[in-house]
């Protein structure tokens, strides 16, 4: 019988709920237990897969091919447990549904309504997979107050009350804030908050409390007065000095030891074994040396765009003892005619093109990628990145000058297309060019074989087989495979079928790998991706040069 937590917040947003969820699974991995976490996302998205990163930041994509938020990142990092499909739902999804059963005639005539229908369907989802689980975790998105997340809070009332007594947990993330001009931390909000999930019909049993200064004794006595709950249950989370440092210091505060007391498990309960965040926060802590990436992207201005792609940058670091200065720069920046590509590139020790879609800043990352092959400085393109560096050996290396990515327009060389047909594990998949945006790219897990002596199966430890996630709508061409590694980039992984370029690189450069397919996604700072290990390894070398 899988125990419940359930994470809700209040007062404001961005409290950091998703980082608390991943790094309570994490404490109660630490003590042998089995865990899994959903996020229920209220907005009527049916999922972000449409969403700007502006808006939402990264889609991250699950090996099962589902487009989900980012805290699905977050859970994956630091419980390294694969989040499926099943894991993320949205209020969008649960309407979609039933209002799909509603035209079928499936409720047999019945007023279809938000209790008991919604409800219910966010019921199942949440009591779905659960049974050689230990503990499920459901992180509530949004504020509790919020219109959208009335029907995710009543779900909860009503589960607690069908769950056994001591099966489900709690626990509310509020704000604590500090107001300079009286200097004291201010309760209020957490008593305003925690009022307002009681008058829904549910009383938290832990607070956690984010606040900038340490909250007095007297103040968690007055919140666990005034919001009903033990004072050793109001836990506080102060600002963190890094993200892979709260699981650690969340510890320290008791919150794993309180969740367990909830539960009457804290006698029964092994210590837990917080040699692995140890190692991760000394690897963070003690750097060795430093290095400097350039991130030549378009969503620069928003770090959550590209969430994974920092983290495992920073895994990329850990695994070499280094630190990474991330240098995100405006691919739009290289397209204005007098700008001085060289001054701003020259002083990296690696050059990164990420993932992302349309023709803005195209012609800024394909200057880049040509800057990182002719001065041999490390090059990793992902995904639209791959891409760029086959258009640019394509026009400067191969001789095909009018080379281009159909997804920019009409072109004569599509170097980069789109493909209405591939082999997945599931059998041929196929689309229409013209179908809607939603859901129609080749997305999740899928195989490729590396080529036996290549860089990249050297950089994977020797294997030849590999699995790795994908999301893009565009291929690299393979009629143009021959004339591109004439001119030196070579086509080291492909599909098992042998049809799609999945990994190109350059063996006559130190370092430069693009790959179709997005390996941040699968990073952890306790697994490292070995390409994002090698890519740092390389930068490392370079700093050394420059
Ligand atoms: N826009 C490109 C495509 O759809 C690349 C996508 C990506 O980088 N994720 O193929």
Not at 157 to 186: F, M, W
Not at 330 to 358: S, W
Not at 383 to 394: K, S
Not at 450 to 468: C, D, F, K, M, W
Request: aromatic letters at 8%; a negative charge; hydrophobic letters at 40%.
């Amino acid at each position: 019988m899988a125990r419940y937590i359930f994470i809700t917040g209040g007062v404001v947003s961005s409290l950091g709920k998703g980082l608390m969820a991943a790094s309570l699974a994490a404490l109660l991995q630490a003590r042998g237990y089995k865990v899994r976490i959903r996020k229920f996302d209220p907005y009527l998205n049916v999922d972000p897969g449409t969403m700007s990163p502006y808006q939402h930041g990264e889609v991250y994509v699950t090996d099962d091919g589902a487009e989900t938020d980012l805290d699905l990142g977050h859970y994956e990092r630091y419980t390294g447990v694969s989040a499926r499909q099943s894991d993320n739902i949205t209020s969008g999804r649960v309407y979609r549904d039933i209002i799909a059963k509603e035209r079928r005639g499936d409720y047999l005539g019945a007023t279809v309504q938000v209790i008991p229908h919604v409800t219910d369907a966010i019921k199942e989802f949440a009591l779905a997979d659960q049974e050689d689980l230990d503990f499920v975790l459901c992180e509530i998105g949004g504020t509790v107050g919020d219109i959208e997340s009335l029907p995710f809070i009543e779900t909860i009332r009503q589960l607690r009350n069908e769950l056994e007594p001591d099966q489900s947990c709690l626990i509310h993330v509020t704000l604590v804030p500090y107001v300079s001009a009286a200097g004291e931390l201010k309760t209020k909000p957490t008593q305003h908050s925690v009022r307002e999930l009681t008058s829904l019909g549910v009383q938290p049993n832990l607070l956690l409390c984010r606040c900038e200064h340490p909250l007095p004794e007297t103040e968690r006595a007055k919140i666990a007065l005034f919001c009903n709950v033990r004072k050793e249950a109001v836990i506080q989370a102060l600002d963190a000095s890094s993200i892979y440092a709260v699981p650690l210091q969340y510890h320290r505060e008791g919150l794993d030891e309180e969740v367990l007391r909830h539960f009457g498990m804290l006698n029964k309960s092994p210590q837990p074994n917080l040699a692995v965040w140890d190692d991760i926060i000394d690897r963070y802590d003690h750097p060795e040396g430093e290095v400097t990436i350039g991130v030549v992207g378009k969503y620069v201005g928003l770090p959550d765009a590209y969430k994974s792609l920092n983290e495992a940058l920073v895994h990329g670091g850990m695994a070499n003892r280094v630190k990474v200065n991330i240098r995100w720069i405006d691919a739009e920046v290289f397209e204005l005619d007098d700008a001085d590509i060289a001054a701003q590139l020259e002083p990296l020790h690696g050059i990164l093109v990420p993932g992302g879609f349309g023709e803005r800043g195209s012609e800024g990352k394909i200057a880049s990628v040509r800057f990182a092959r002719e001065r041999k400085v490390p090059f990793f393109g992902i995904c639209l990145g791959m891409q760029m560096a086959c258009i640019e050996g394509a026009r400067n290396t191969a001789g095909i000058a009018a080379a281009s990515s159909t997804e920019f327009g009409q072109t004569e060389e599509p170097v980069v297309g789109i493909i209405t047909e591939w082999m997945s594990k599931e059998g041929l998949q196929q689309r229409s060019a013209a179908t809607d945006l939603g859901g129609t790219m080749r997305l999740g897990a899928y195989d490729a074989v590396l080529a036996g002596n290549s860089h990249v199966s050297r950089i994977y430890g020797g294997q030849t087989e590999i699995s790795e996630r994908h999301r893009h709508r565009y291929e690299v061409n393979s009629a143009y495979k021959e004339r591109l590694e004439a001119g030196g980039l070579i086509f080291s992984g492909m599909s098992p079928d042998g049809l799609l370029p999945e990994i190109v690189e350059r063996p006559d450069h130190p370092w430069f790998v693009g790959v179709q397919f997005h390996p941040e996604l699968k990073s952890k700072p306790f697994d490292p991706h070995p390409l994002f290990a090698g890519f740092i390894a390389a930068a490392l070398e370079q700093s050394r040069l420059v």
